[in-house]
Structures are given as structure tokens and as C-alpha cells.
């Protein structure tokens, strides 16, 4: 560090809000990988269905697909909103 | 004996891979062994350019593919080293102008002349050429320079290593991946305005199998035509040099990671 250095503003280190970003989507398109294409078609039409009964948003419905020995399985999850299921 | 077919991948663009297909192939001459170096950006040739053979093309890798030309007449022999063979890519056809078939038919050609390693340099993206590039690979060194975009293509190369190979598909255990930290800057991630090697290791869930300091070196190399591993003096050519040693099997420590101390005008004044 420079004795003139306090005369310049210092920039917000910004690799630390790199690998956070990287973090989430690596994450994000990891759960999606080979995953069928029809799958966010299924999650929105779903979420019509769904949006008949309960108020829920988009991102209240999770699905993935998981391989195990020879299957796979659709798994869908869907969080509620409080006090308003079941109506 | 079979040769070992090795891609250079990346996805992203620009992130050194010719520059690192032509010292991979190089160093692994220098070892001793019989290479040959191919350029599969077909329509965008660039390899022999960094190699330095460009005004000793005649035929090239599509012509090998369509028969208009055995490998013996388009492999062009490397003036530094006379185990090494740069195939260049075509420099007029379409990227459709390979086919599966017609890329094995080259390799399997390669393997029966004894060659011990095939670097395929891949074009950048996920399209055919890049797919044909990685499909027969035994091993892969995939480009990562520390940066948002470079960091996240790879994650998806390593995907379809992992899943769109021969290897994969037939089952025949999996394809060995290297991860290759390139046009790294260690004042900066000192500074905090870079992604640090951990980083990157931690984010894609794997060890890089070396780091490449970022440096005019690799500019100087290419203006020249000589692939950067043979400026062994510079830090850039010593990190190529240990990294193909390490995919050779030998162990040897990371170097060039840290910053470089300031000197005192700098300390005093910044910069």
C-alpha cells in the first residue's frame, strides 16, 4: 500500500461476487443436466394446475429427476404458502 | 499398442487452447514420444500457425476424412521435433465436412503407424466439431481461465465428458479429466479481483492439473510461431513443461501462484 494510495477509491473486491454467482448457476444447471427437455414445459403447465387451487409462484415448484440403479424418478416438490392449503 | 487420444477442450472461446494444444503435443514430444496434433476448428485453421508449419500445408484433415489424401501426405512434420506431426484443419470446408466415422478412421490410421498420443485440438463451442473432437478421447485437458463465463462453460464440457463420449457410452470407465488454469494473475487475485485456483477448484469440484501464469510471453510465442513450451525460460513455458509431467504420472508442486513482490518505489507510491 502507497502513502498516495488513500487518494484513490479502492474498487469493491469483486472475485468473492464471482464465485458466489458461479456457485448458485453451477449448482442450478448441475440438477438440470440430462434431464428431459420437456421439463420446464411440465413445471410451468403444473404450476397452472396448480395456480387453479393455491397461490403459489414459479418458484415454489422444484423438479428434478433422479437416476438410481436402472430407474429413474420424477420428483416434484411443491412449497405452499401458509395457512391458504387445503382451502 | 494403441495411441492415446487426448482433447484439448474448453468451451468458451479464447481461453488458450490452440496455445495449449500446441505446447501439450510439443512437451509430449520432448518426452520422447510419437505425437500427432490436430486441429479440428474446421473453416477456422490456427493451429499450424501457432505450431509454425502454415506455409507447409498441402492437405489437411479433411482431406484425410474424404480420401483425397492419405495421412502420410497431410501430416506435416514438426522442424524442432521429427516425432512430432501437426494434421491441419481445412481451411475451406464446412464445419459438416467430418464425420464420426471419417474421424475414427484418422485416429485408427494414427494408432497403426504407432503414434503414441493424439492431441485434438477442439474448436470452441458444443457443436459437431467440438463433439467429434472429444468423442474418442481417452483423456481430457479442459482450458479454464478464472473468469464467470470460462468457469461455467467448463462445468458443462465436463458434463458431456462425462456423459456424450465413446468411453461413456460404451461404458469402458470413464474418460480421465484434467482441469488446466490458464491466463492467471496472481497480483490480482491477490488483490481480490480475480477467482483464485481454490476457487475454481472448489466451484467445479475438481484439482487443477496446472496453472498458467497469464504473460506477453504467450504472444511473443505466437507471433513467432513457436510453441510457448519452448521458451523455457519464462514462467508460462516452465508451467506447460511441469504440467504435461504431471499427466504423465509425475508429481510436482504448483509454481507461480503467488504475486511478485513490489518493489520499494511501489510499496511507497502504489501501483
Known amino acids: 500500500m502507497g502513502i498516495l494510495d488513500f487518494l484513490k477509491r479502492k474498487p469493491e473486491p469483486s472475485a468473492g461476487i464471482a464465485k458466489e454467482r458461479l456457485r448458485i448457476i453451477v449448482a442450478q444447471e448441475r440438477s438440470t443436466r440430462g434431464a428431459p427437455d420437456y421439463l420446464p414445459l411440465l413445471r410451468s403447465e403444473l404450476l397452472e394446475v396448480i395456480k387453479k387451487y393455491v397461490h403459489v409462484d414459479l418458484d415454489a415448484i422444484s423438479i428434478n429427476v433422479e437416476r438410481d440403479s436402472g430407474h429413474e424418478v420424477l420428483e416434484l416438490s411443491v412449497a405452499l404458502p401458509d395457512g391458504k392449503s387445503g382451502s | ?271
Not at chain 2, 504431471?246 to 502504489?270: H, I, M, N, S, T
Request: glycine content about 10%.
Open chain 2, 1 to 271: 499398442m494403441t495411441a492415446e487420444i487426448i482433447v484439448v477442450t474448453s468451451g468458451k472461446g479464447g481461453v488458450g487452447k490452440t496455445t495449449t494444444s500446441a505446447s501439450f503435443a510439443t512437451g509430449l514430444a520432448m518426452s520422447g514420444k510419437k505425437v500427432a496434433v490436430i486441429d479440428f476448428d474446421v473453416g477456422l485453421r490456427n493451429l499450424d500457425l501457432i505450431m509454425g508449419c502454415e506455409r507447409r500445408v498441402v492437405y489437411d484433415f479433411v482431406n484425410v476424412v474424404h480420401g483425397e489424401a492419405t495421412l502420410k501426405q497431410a501430416l506435416i512434420k514438426d522442424k524442432r521435433y521429427e516425432n512430432l506431426y501437426v494434421l491441419a484443419a481445412s481451411q475451406t470446408r464446412d464445419k459438416d465436412a467430418l464425420t464420426q466415422e471419417g474421424v475414427e478412421k484418422v485416429l485408427q490410421g494414427l494408432s497403426e503407424d504407432g503414434f503414441d498420443y493424439v492431441v485434438c485440438d477442439s474448436p470452441a463451442g458444443i457443436e459437431k466439431g467440438a463433439h467429434l473432437a472429444m468423442y474418442f478421447a481417452d483423456r481430457a485437458v479442459v482450458v479454464v481461465n478464472p473468469e464467470v463465463s470460462s468457469v461455467r462453460d467448463s462445468d458443462r464440457i465436463l458434463g458431456l465428458l462425462a456423459s456424450k463420449t465413446r468411453r461413456a457410452e460404451r461404458g469402458d470407465g470413464a474418460i480421465v479429466q484434467h482441469l488446466l488454469l490458464t491466463r492467471y494473475n496472481p497480483a490480482r487475485v491477490a488483490a481480490g479481483e480475480m477467482l483464485s485456483v481454490s476457487d475454481v477448484e472448489e466451484i467445479l469440484g475438481i484439482k487443477v492439473v496446472g496453472v498458467i501464469p497469464e504473460s506477453e510471453n504467450v504472444l511473443a510465442a505466437s507471433n513467432a510461431g513457436v510453441p510457448v513450451i519452448l521458451d523455457a525460460d519464462s514462467q508460462v513455458g516452465q508451467a506447460y513443461s511441469d504440467t504435461v509431467a504431471r499427466v504423465l504420472g509425475e508429481e510436482r508442486p504448483l509454481r507461480f501462484l503467488d504475486a511478485p513482490k513490489k518493489g520499494f518505489f511501489q510499496r511507497v507510491f502504489g501501483g
